[in-house]
């Protein structure tokens, strides 16, 4: 099943390169792929525990 029509993809990835130029002043590359493509991140978040003794 397909959820968006190219056309459609193709007017999101563009607002969002026009976006990303004015905000950051470079033109990227973007690409709107099909859901669930994508592979998930196989790892979980690590985060600093940092233990000062007082």
Partial sequence: ???ARPAVG???A???R???KEALGVTP???IEALGTLER???K???LVRHVEA
């Fill in 1 to 3: 099943m397909e959820l």
């Fill in 10 to 12: 193709e007017g999101v």
């Fill in 14 to 16: 563009e607002a969002l």
């Fill in 18 to 20: 026009r976006s990303l």
């Fill in 29 to 31: 590359a973007v690409r």
């Fill in 41 to 43: 991140t196989a790892f």
């Fill in 45 to 47: 978040a690590k985060r």
